[in-house]
């Protein structure tokens, strides 16, 4: 899953590093443009059931949760 924030002066490469040591499961890319990318790879591997892409999907959510609480900080 990708989502891109549009640009802002603190989207630097140092904010995204920032919360990419302190987070494992969710990347942060700070784009030269100054958006900022949020990715987090998923495993298809022996394929997708419903209750598995529901597991992925409350994984995705969450990941997005934590990255909302490092941005208010």
């Given at each position: 899953f990708n989502v891109k924030f549009a640009a802002s002066d603190m989207h630097t490469p140092q904010y995204a590093n920032d919360f990419n040591v302190r987070y494992r499961f969710?990347?942060?890319?700070?784009?030269?443009?100054?958006?900022?990318r949020l990715a987090h790879d998923i495993n298809t591997k022996g394929g997708i059931n419903e209750a598995n892409f529901g597991a992925i999907l409350d994984s995705w959510v969450a990941a997005l949760r934590l990255y909302a609480g490092y941005a208010r900080e």
């Amino acid at each position: 899953f990708n989502v891109k924030f549009a640009a802002s002066d603190m989207h630097t490469p140092q904010y995204a590093n920032d919360f990419n040591v302190r987070y494992r499961f969710l990347q942060v890319s700070a784009l030269p443009n100054k958006e900022l990318r949020l990715a987090h790879d998923i495993n298809t591997k022996g394929g997708i059931n419903e209750a598995n892409f529901g597991a992925i999907l409350d994984s995705w959510v969450a990941a997005l949760r934590l990255y909302a609480g490092y941005a208010r900080e």
